[in-house]
């Protein structure tokens, strides 16, 4: 059962020197043009109205961007679709720079429950350098108006390994970010992606990022402190309060199906990935003339269906369970991953327990070396379509 939706609004005010998600500066033309569209996708996979879903996220670039008759139009059209007053977490991303008290009033009114806001670092002046429009005190004042009215599950991203960020200047913003006690925070190292700024900036020399080392370090403080602050790190990136995990995100860890809708994003239905296409003239044609904007459809066998179970499971701290992996797909995970299991935990990177297998903390360091552990050489039958 398809339970959670995914919604993309790809613009921005400015595009940050380090974004490589799909996203376009705002024009209320492009904006208005893109609404119609997008509602033209959504009305195609989603024939009656007031589906019931567990989750809904709309995500960016930054969908705050949008005016406040946009904003209304988007949230109308959500609530049309969609059965709001069923879903347990109903988050919108926002840019401190774009939120103000107008929108969160709005929003609030239609349900969203959920903030995730792009703080990234409490330095204005590494900010600056980011591409980021907003200042520190924008976040004080975004997080003082959502409370005004009533959102309080709050989370907000910092950024780690930056160019020139020392261990302190990135202490120094978690220990800001944590004075606010929020119930959930994520925490992403800089990673220089082809076609952004930072990436024409690295390859001529003129960018620096710390060393890997001192980027461990940021890692291991930024787990400590959260730790330390009764926010538990439910998995690499992410660390909650009790209860206030993002249920959203648990949808992909967990390895279960969501629509994907907008340009460039990602769809897991029954069997299929979808990927939408990014570029905005061709998603607006072509969501406009058939209602499915996708540029690729990937069948997914329980080959391949295993293998994400691993990579995304392994990402929580709770890791992959044996009895739940074993209700899934009628093997064992010990069965099909033997010599695998045995080689990772003598490189002490993962645990294995009567319970499951889960990541030690120098297996989250090499994270992705572990993963291609699980790629299978074998193919094994099509799940049913």
Same mark, same amino acid.
């Given at each position: ?7 993309? %609004? ?14 376009? @500066? ?17 009305? !195609? ?14 995500? #960016?670039?930054?969908?705050? +961007? ?15 679709? @969609? ?59 975004? %997080? ?21 960020? !020392? ?11 944590? +004075? ?35 980027? +461990? !370090? ?20 992410? @660390?909650?309060?009790? #209860? ?42 072509? +969501? ?12 997914? #066998? ?57 990541? !030690? ?25």
């Amino acid at each position: 059962m398809t339970s959670s939706v995914y919604i993309h %609004i790809p613009f921005c005010e400015k595009i940050c020197h380090y974004c490589d998600f799909t996203k376009f @500066f705002y024009e209320e033309k492009m904006a208005d043009e893109y609404l119609i569209a997008l509602e033209k996708e959504i009305s !195609t996979y989603i024939a009656e109205p007031k589906q019931k879903m567990h989750t809904i996220f709309v995500g #960016g670039g930054t969908p705050t +961007a949008l005016n406040i008759r946009q904003l209304d139009k988007l949230l109308y059209m959500i609530d049309y679709y @969609f059965d709001v007053n069923e879903v347990i977490e109903y988050t919108f991303e926002a840019n401190p720079g774009d939120l103000n008290e107008q929108k969160i009033n709005l929003l609030s009114s239609y349900g969203v429950n959920r903030i995730s806001m792009g703080a990234q670092v409490f330095d204005d002046e590494l900010l600056e350098k980011l591409g980021r429009l907003h200042r520190t005190k924008d976040v004080y004042q975004n %997080i003082n108006d959502l409370k005004k009215y009533n959102i309080t599950n709050i989370s907000i991203d910092l950024m780690y390994g930056l160019p020139n960020q !020392t261990i302190d200047s990135f202490n120094h913003s978690l220990q800001e970010a944590l +004075a606010f006690d929020l119930p959930h925070y994520s925490s992403y190292s800089l990673q220089i992606e082809p076609k952004t700024v930072f990436y024409q900036r690295y390859n001529k020399g003129k960018l620096h990022k710390p060393p890997e080392e001192i980027e +461990a !370090t940021m890692y291991e403080l930024l787990i400590e402190e959260m730790e330390k602050k009764g926010k538990k790190q439910y998995e690499i990136s992410n @660390f909650a309060e009790t #209860g206030f995990e993002s249920k959203h995100n648990l949808t992909y860890w967990d390895n279960n199906y969501y629509y994907g809708f907008g340009a460039g994003a990602h769809g897991y239905l029954p069997g299929k990935r979808i990927i939408n296409l990014r570029p905005f003239p061709a998603y607006v044609k072509e +969501a406009n003339n058939t209602g499915r904007p996708v540029l690729h459809t990937e069948l997914i #066998g329980l080959k391949e269906q295993i293998e994400e179970e691993l990579f995304l499971g392994l990402r929580k701290r709770t890791g992959v369970v044996f009895n739940a992996f074993k209700e899934k797909y009628h093997i064992a995970l010990t069965d099909i991953y033997s010599d695998e299991l045995k080689q990772l935990k003598n490189k002490k990177w993962i645990i294995q327990d009567k319970d499951g297998i889960r990541l !030690t903390k120098s297996g989250q360091l090499f994270g992705n070396e572990v993963f291609q552990s699980f790629l299978l050489e074998n193919d094994l039958p099509l799940i049913n379509q």
